[in-house]
């Protein structure tokens, strides 16, 4: 079956960096086209970074210039490199697919980010 399994985020203090990791099974890798979401405390789930499919890649304006996605289709893998984050990037965060039949959400992983 499809499993989404995103690891890497912890405390860190404001300033700091963090890189997520999202690993993919249970589904061919290299078609898909994979993006970044992030749930806030009392917020929505927003779409802060993405690739499309005619390889550009979407940043949220919040997080653009600091966040960096990647993929390694060697690993079934999506990273998100996070750097200079700010206390309002504490989220949970999450991966999946943006412009495409979603897959069954993850657990997510917290970010928490202190001033």
């Known amino acids: 079956h499809v499993q989404l399994v995103e690891s890497g985020g912890r405390l860190v203090q404001a300033g700091g960096s963090l890189r997520l990791s999202c690993a993919v099974s249970?589904?061919?890798?290299?078609?898909?086209?994979f993006g970044w979401y992030r749930q806030g405390p009392g917020k929505q789930r927003e779409l802060v970074a993405a690739?499309?499919?005619?390889?550009?890649?979407f940043y949220a304006d919040s997080v653009k210039g600091r966040f960096t996605i990647s993929r390694d289709n060697a690993k079934n893998t999506v990273y998100l490199q996070m750097n200079s984050l700010k206390p309002e990037d504490t989220a949970v965060y999450y991966c999946?697919?943006?412009?495409?039949?979603?897959?069954?959400w993850g657990q997510g992983t917290q970010v928490t980010v202190s001033s």
């Open positions: 249970g589904i061919a890798f290299s078609g898909l086209i």
């Open positions: 690739f499309s499919s005619d390889d550009s890649i």
């Open positions: 999946n697919l943006p412009y495409q039949r979603r897959l069954p």
